[in-house]
Structures are given as structure tokens and as C-alpha cells.
């Protein structure tokens, strides 16, 4: 017979280590466990295993005959343990049943507490108890609680007739209420209970024990715990454990009382205890708001033997599990008891202190530090967040996307020109609203301080460039709707905003806010230098930018980047002038036309590669030829046409015809990459003899030895890149033998067609680096729209069809298989080759562990995502050696 329930003791007994556990009694009932061993007051209980949740599932959301028997016979001794007997009206025991998931995931799913009361147990009890107001207390707080959680009853009839009987009877707090007050709320309680089920509340213990345990394992699929899975990585295949524990009661009296506590601040990371209680209250008081709980230091005037017993007990716990914890704690008449304990969520400016003072102190090693702190975590010091007593009292109107991180507040704006109008005009802080972002908005973006789109996904145009430049920016907000002719936002309600009007942007919850608040800038201190120091003395992955400016690249190499590992050429053909001549040259009817069209841009072109190569000073630069289809670089309306084909010398009629006939059905798998090089070479031609000019130039300048990277697109045949390096080699060849010097440089591809990764072994004859492209990797691999799946990809969640976004995890499954195997065949190939990912996935930390444990040798992302990319890579390699 399968074990699935586990007493506390058995579980403190178990040969395995806190890990193991974790994987089996979840979070909650690991430590519950630890906590018991090591002789800490813990009420004791039994916890029901992930596995039974797991099963619960396969057999179609059923606790199995084998599962309730397991749990009685858990009960049964949890009544021997206690002296109390589940169901007794004399002497009975009271349990809670919680949840309690591998990883902590605060508030996500459900808890029911008091559970095992009914009508006689109540009255007993409060007759032995001589605590009438206590026992109903206790009652009502059950009733609403198994309403809500276990029976998915509305919470607010419950609430409304609790606040109801506030106002007819006067009271200003729930604590006014009397003990015939409360007997009143339990039996109108009951009723509506009964409105809602004919069957009436159920008296028997057993029965509440089976649906509350039942309902705990539904909630780890409901809509907010699938939410925050997928934002934060947990597999939902893990599932949850179930924690029965006897129950200690916080509002037995005024000696009793209830709090939440750390044992370091959570906010700064001072090593000061920090957190709240309540006296007369249970849990849910301390964190509703229903009252105001006082500071954990004050419990020493009310209880100093507790709060020096709770002092020792914070200390036991962080040394023994070497982190700040996170406590919940119940003193029931003058008893203290610990209820939980989780390493503790702190902001990024606290995990940075306590990892560097934990370390200084001797109680952990640089790699234990390394592990504490979460990479993503780092994208709150790097990014303006709102003051949070501001936020507090905001109101999201929409949600979208959390496209990049940050924080944003200004005037509402929906083009480029008029972004730049304000600004000449003295307006200061800029949101630029937009259906969806092209590139011809760069100039726009570049001065809004937050970015909304109404469509588009975590790697639309929007999303790349804003995380690029680190600005803020929501994508995808389908719930509102966004008129670019008339300049009006209309949010969900139906309310209308204007332009001027203000707007905030959450960009790493996705929250959208139609009001000013109040932001305030990022502060790194100095635990981010040593701590990062000892990231980069451990990691074996270099990280690179993904840069296509001197502004970005500067901003990369300040945050440690070790050179650019993406420069998309397209983004720099925008300026006003460079973008006419780009025209022209695409309206060409001659190669010399578009030989001569090219000419005017090569000195742009060349000049932009300079700066970049003096940013990144020894550091390589990968510069990437011309990707996109160039239909995206014509207007596509009657209105903007015209003008156009006047300034070329075109009719109007002419230019359209030209505009037509560039357009595709899927422009994605259409005329772009190397199959524009292949039918104009000419630009090819250009961008080398831009490439290596620059280098040579920068080489005389700065007696330095670059050698470019070029890096050739969209390669699915390597006949195709044996016919674009034909023409690179050779206009590269005559430019350095016309310059009369000596200087190495590389052609390779960007391995972005599944083909491509196929035929690595062949490619790899060719190219002298792979540089993956996980991009459009993915939604070639996968069939899909990177910008459209987010329109269907929220069901796929819901459904547990997948678990993460593919476009900010990597699939390693499929498209890592890919990856993995064009690793192989090009290393097979060529032993020395140099291999990149370039794709929005380089700054992921999962994919960064991936990219470790497959070989590659730097990955590359946005500025903004580099010191997170350099932690991830650490924290790979610290894993990858414990394991030996």
C-alpha cells in the first residue's frame, strides 16, 4: 500500500534531506516536520502527500477509499498525541487544513480553520470552556470559511450579513461583537448556507475533514494559482500537499493572540526581528486589515516571556536553515506555539544585504549566497517602481501583459510625432499608447516613459525594444480599446481617456492604472558590486547584450556585459533621412539604382558600427545582416503613399503597385534573412563593407585587434550560407586588402529554422559560430505567431495544456531538443565553434541553465537582463557541481 499521509514526527524522521522532503510533504509540511524535530512547539498533525494530490487528479478529482483511510487512521493518532477526540462534543479536537506546495506561493491557495466544529460540539465546548464568545467566534469564522473555500459558495453573502448585524447592533469592530451576538451570526449563517444548499450544513467532523482536504487539492488549479505558476515556474504537475494540524486558538482569550514575523526585514534586510500579532485574534485578522496589528516588538511590555521564547526560536531557525524565515506564530493563554516557518520573500535590495552579511558572518558560503537570491528579483534594481504606500491605494482598470519591468507614470500620447511635440513643448513624463508598436515608433519610444500595446506578446516589437532601452511597458491589453485617428483610450467600464490624460503602468504585473502615482528610482548599493563579483568569479557562461545602439551598448557594458551578441541592423535604417534612402533603394528598378540608394546609407551604417565597437572595447560584437521582410519598411496607406512617391519621384500609382506587390501572405516565412541577401546581394555588399571599414577604422583609432562577427539569418540550407559568405568573404577580403591591413574576421548563422538545427553538422562546414535564435525558433517549432498566441495561449494555462509561455521559457522538451542537437552536430563539425543564444530567452534564468548544461558559450539579452543572466549563469553552475 502506497504511503500517503504522513504524521509531523514521521516526516521529522525520514531519511532525506529538507529538499526531498519538500518534493513529497510540500513546503509547509517539510518544515512542519523540521520543526518537530528539532523540538520546537509545533501543534501537531499529519500531512497529506503531493503524490495523493496527484493521484487525486488521475482519478478525476476523488480522494481514493485507501487516501481516507490512511487520513483516519493519521487522525486517530493525531487524538492520542493530543488527548482530544475529533468529533466529541467532550473534550474535542479542532484541526486546520491548509495547503502547503513545494515552492511558497503566499496566499494562492486555500485554508480552512476551526474545522470539526458543528452545532453540539459548539455548545460543549463552550460550556467547558466557560468561553461562549470564544467557541462562536470560532464558529462563524468556520462556517464562512468552508462556505467559501470548500463549497465555492460567494463570500460576500456571508460577509454582508456579518457586516449587517455589525450595523444594526452599533458596533464599530468585530471585536464589539458579544457571545450572543455571534450565536446570532452562526445561526444566520447557517441559513444562508442552507439558500445555497438545501442539504444544510454538514455536523458530521469526518465528512468536513474529507471536503475541506478534497477542496485544498482543487484549489491548486485554480485561476490564481495556475497565474502564479506560470509567473514564477512552478510546474503544475508538482501539486500541492494538504497540512491537517490541531488547531491553537489565538482568540481564547486576552492572553492569547496571533502574528506573522521575520527574522531579518524583509524590505532592507536589517538584521532586526520585524512583523506583527494581534491579540484576542485568529490569522486572518493579521493579514485582512479588519483590524490594525501592532509591532512585533511590543510584545515584549504585553508577554515578555513569549517574546523572549520567540526570540530564541528566530534564531534556532535561521541558523538551522541558514536564510531569513518567515513565521506564523499562535499564543494561545500565554502559550507560544510556531504554526509555520518558509525562507522568506524579501525585496532585491534586502536579499542582496542578507546574502553578503550572512556570508560575512561565517553562517553560509558565497555559493550558498549565490543560490538565496532570485535572479528575476534583480530587475527591481534596475528600474524605477512606484512608492508603495501610492500604489496601495491605486486601482488597476486593465490588465495585460508584463512586457518589461518597472515602473511608469505620465501624459497619455498616441504617436511618435506628437511624443515629440510635447516634449519640445516641456512635458515631462510620456506614456505612449499604441494597437501595436512598428518600428517607425522608435523615436516615440525612446522618449515615453512607459509603453501600452493593446495587441502584441512578450516578444512583439513593443515588448523587445522597450526591455531594451528599459523602459516600462504592458503589451498586449486586450480589455482596452485604443482609437490612434481620434486619440482616445477607452478602458474596460466604458470610460474615456484623452491624450494628456494621466495613465500608470505596472510593467511587471501588467497592471494599468488611469491615474498619476507617485514613482521613485532605483537604488543599488553596494552588496550588488560584491555580490555580483562573486557571481562572476563562479559562472562559466559569458553574457552578452543585445544592442543595436551606443546608448544600449553603454548601458549593457555598465551592467557587465562581456560584448553584443545581437545588433539588428534594420533598427538602425530609422532616422528620417536613412529610412528615405532605404526606400529608395527598395523602389529600385535597377541595380544601380539600388547601388546608389545603398551608398548614401553605408556611411550611417558604418559610423554606427564604430560607436559600437569603441563601447564595447575588447569585447566582441555580433552584428546581424538584414532580417525583416522589407514591406515593413513602406507605408501601407493611401494617406502616407502619397507623400512618399512625390519625395521619390514616383507616381503615386507606381509606388503602390511596388507596395502590393511586396506584401505576403506570412511575411514571418517569407522574403527576408539571407533570402534577401540571395536576391539583392548588393546589400550584403554594403553592410560588409560597412562592417569592416568600421572595425579597421576603430583598430587604427584605438590599437586594438577587433575582429568582427558577422552573422548571416535565417539559414535553412547551407548552400544558401555557402552563397551569401561568397559575397560577404569577398567584399570583406577587397576591403581589408584595400586598406592594406591584416584582420581577421567571422561569418556564421543564426540557427533559427528547424531545419537549420537538423542540418547543423552541414551547416557548421560554413559557419565559424551558431548564434540561436530562439525567437522565431519557437514559433517555428511550435507552428505559431509569437505576436497572436497570446490570444489563445491564457486557455492553454488554464487547461494545463502548457505551463509557461514558450517565448520567456525555453521548451526544452522540443525546441531545446533542437538546440541540444545543433550544439552537437556543430561542435561534431567544427570542435571550436562558438555558440550563442541571442533570442528574448538569453536573459530567462531556466534557459540560461539550460544554455549552461548544454555548452553553449555566452548567451545574450537585453541590457537591462544582464546582471540577471550573469546571476543565472552562477547559480547553473553551482548547481552543475554540487551535483557531482
Known amino acids: 500500500m502506497k504511503k500517503y499521509v504522513y504524521l509531523f514526527k514521521e516526516g521529522a524522521a525520514l531519511d532525506m534531506t529538507l529538499a526531498e522532503k519538500k518534493i513529497l510533504l510540500g513546503g509547509k509540511g517539510a518544515n512542519l516536520a523540521e520543526m518537530t524535530g528539532i523540538g520546537l512547539p509545533v501543534p501537531q498533525g499529519f500531512t497529506v502527500t503531493t503524490e495523493a494530490c496527484t493521484q487525486y487528479y488521475e482519478d478525476g478529482a476523488k480522494l481514493t477509499d485507501e487516501m481516507k483511510e490512511q487520513i483516519l487512521n493519521a487522525l486517530a493518532e493525531l487524538e492520542k498525541i493530543t488527548g482530544r477526540e475529533f468529533g466529541n462534543p467532550n473534550n474535542p479536537l479542532l484541526v486546520s487544513v491548509r495547503s502547503g506546495a513545494r515552492e511558497s506561493m503566499p496566499g494562492m491557495m486555500d485554508t480552512v480553520l476551526n474545522l470539526g466544529l458543528n452545532d453540539e460540539v459548539a455548545a460543549q465546548f463552550a460550556a467547558d470552556t466557560k468561553n461562549d464568545r470564544f467557541v462562536y467566534d470560532s464558529y462563524r469564522r468556520f462556517i464562512q470559511m468552508f462556505a467559501d473555500v470548500v463549497r465555492g459558495f460567494p463570500r460576500e453573502k456571508f460577509e454582508l450579513q456579518f457586516e449587517k448585524i455589525k450595523e444594526e447592533h452599533g458596533y464599530q469592530l468585530d471585536t464589539d461583537f458579544t457571545a450572543e451576538d455571534l450565536k446570532e451570526v452562526v445561526k444566520v449563517y447557517k441559513e444562508e448556507f442552507k439558500k445555497l444548499d438545501p442539504a444544510g450544513f454538514p455536523e458530521d467532523p469526518k465528512e468536513q475533514l474529507m471536503a475541506a482536504v478534497g477542496a485544498v487539492f482543487g484549489s491548486w488549479n485554480n485561476d490564481r494559482a495556475i497565474t502564479y505558476r506560470r509567473l514564477n515556474d512552478i510546474p503544475g504537475s508538482w501539486g500541492t500537499a494538504v497540512n491537517v494540524q490541531q488547531m491553537v486558538y489565538g482568540n481564547r482569550s486576552e492572553q492569547s493572540g496571533t502574528g506573522v514575523a521575520f527574522t531579518r526585514n524583509p524590505a532592507t534586510g536589517e538584521n532586526v526581528l520585524y512583523g506583527e500579532y494581534l491579540m484576542n485574534a485568529q490569522g486572518e485578522d493579521v493579514v485582512s486589515g479588519v483590524r490594525t496589528p501592532q509591532p512585533i516588538a511590543t510584545l515584549n511590555d504585553v508577554m515578555p516571556h513569549c517574546y523572549e521564547q520567540f526570540q530564541e526560536i528566530c534564531h534556532t531557525l535561521e541558523n538551522h536553515y541558514k536564510d531569513m524565515q518567515d513565521m506564523e506564530f499562535t499564543i494561545e493563554d500565554g502559550k507560544l506555539y510556531m504554526l509555520q516557518t518558509r525562507n522568506g520573500k524579501r525585496t532585491a535590495q534586502a536579499a542582496l544585504r542578507i546574502a553578503v552579511e550572512m556570508v560575512q558572518s561565517g553562517m553560509i558560503t558565497k555559493d550558498d549566497a549565490l543560490l538565496m537570491v532570485d535572479p528575476k528579483a534583480l530587475d527591481q534594481l534596475l528600474h524605477p517602481n512606484f512608492d508603495n504606500d501610492s500604489y496601495k491605494a491605486a486601482k488597476a482598470v486593465a490588465t495585460g501583459l508584463a512586457a518589461s519591468p518597472g515602473a511608469a507614470t505620465g501624459h497619455l500620447y498616441f504617436n511618435a510625432d506628437d511624443l515629440k511635440t510635447a516634449k519640445e513643448n516641456g512635458v515631462q513624463d510620456m ?165 546608389e540608394a545603398l551608398s548614401k546609407i553605408l556611411p550611417y551604417q558604418r559610423e554606427d558600427f564604430e560607436e559600437l565597437y569603441r563601447t564595447m572595447g575588447k569585447y566582441g560584437v555580433n552584428i546581424r545582416f538584414l532580417d525583416p521582410p522589407l514591406h515593413e519598411f513602406l507605408p501601407h496607406t493611401d494617406e502616407e503613399i502619397a507623400p512618399l512617391a512625390e519625395s521619390l519621384g514616383m507616381t503615386f500609382e507606381a509606388l503602390k503597385e511596388r507596395v502590393e506587390s511586396l506584401k505576403e501572405f506570412n511575411p514571418m516565412m517569407g522574403h527576408r534573412g539571407c533570402r534577401l541577401a540571395v536576391t539583392y546581394p548588393e546589400i550584403a555588399e554594403m553592410q560588409t563593407r560597412a562592417v569592416i571599414e568600421a572595425a579597421i577604422n576603430v583598430n587604427k583609432e584605438k590599437g586594438w585587434h577587433i575582429e568582427p562577427e558577422i552573422m548571416i539569418p535565417l539559414v535553412g540550407e547551407v548552400k544558401e550560407l555557402r552563397y551569401v559568405k561568397k559575397t560577404v568573404v569577398a567584399t570583406a577580403d577587397a576591403v581589408i586588402a584595400e586598406a592594406g591591413v591584416d584582420m581577421k574576421y567571422h561569418v556564421g548563422t543564426m540557427i533559427e529554422i528547424p531545419r537549420a538545427a537538423l542540418t547543423a553538422d552541414k551547416i557548421a562546414e560554413e559557419a565559424e559560430f551558431f548564434s540561436f535564435g530562439t525567437n522565431d525558433l519557437t514559433q517555428m517549432t511550435f507552428g505559431f505567431s509569437r505576436d497572436d498566441a497570446g490570444k489563445f495561449l491564457g486557455d492553454y494555462y488554464k487547461n494545463n495544456i502548457y505551463e509557461h509561455d514558450p517565448f520567456q521559457t525555453i521548451d526544452v522538451e522540443g525546441v531545446g531538443q533542437l538546440v541540444q542537437m545543433a550544439v552537437e552536430k556543430g561542435k561534431k563539425t567544427r570542435p571550436d565553434i562558438m555558440l550563442g543564444i541571442c533570442g528574448e530567452h538569453g536573459g530567462d534564468p531556466k534557459t540560461v541553465e539550460f544554455c549552461h548544461n548544454v555548452g553553449l558559450t555566452y548567451v545574450s539579452c537585453s541590457p537591462f537582463r544582464v546582471p540577471l543572466a550573469r546571476l543565472a549563469a552562477a547559480q547553473a553552475a553551482v548547481k552543475e557541481d554540487r551535483k557531482k
Not at 512598428?438 to 500595446?453: F, R
Not at 545602439?549 to 549593457?556: E, F, H, L, S, T
Not at 538602425?572 to 533621412?577: A, H, K, L, N, P
Request: charged share 25%.
Open 431 to 595: 506614456i505612449l499608447a499604441r494597437n501595436e508598436t512598428s518600428p517607425e515608433d522608435i523615436e516615440g519610444m525612446v522618449l515615453a516613459h512607459g509603453i501600452l500595446t493593446v495587441r502584441g506578446g512578450m516578444t512583439s516589437h513593443a515588448a523587445v525594444v522597450a526591455r531594451g532601452m528599459g523602459t516600462c511597458c504592458v503589451a498586449g491589453c486586450g480589455a482596452i480599446k485604443v482609437d490612434e485617428e481620434a486619440k482616445t483610450l477607452t478602458l474596460p467600464d466604458g470610460k474615456v481617456l484623452h491624450e494628456g490624460d494621466y495613465v500608470s503602468l505596472n510593467g511587471s504585473t501588467g497592471e494599468v492604472f488611469a491615474e498619476q502615482i507617485k514613482t521613485v528610482p532605483p537604488t543599488i548599493g553596494g552588496h550588488f558590486a560584491e555580490f555580483m563579483s562573486w557571481a562572476d568569479e563562479r559562472r562559466r557562461l559569458k553574457v552578452r547584450t543585445n544592442a543595436d545602439n551606443p546608448r544600449d551598448a553603454k548601458q549593457a557594458a555598465e551592467f557587465g556585459a562581456e560584448g553584443i551578441g545581437l545588433c539588428r541592423t534594420e533598427h538602425m535604417f530609422f532616422d528620417e533621412e536613412r529610412i528615405f534612402n532605404f526606400r529608395r533603394m527598395i523602389t529600385a528598378e535597377t541595380v544601380e539604382a539600388r547601388r
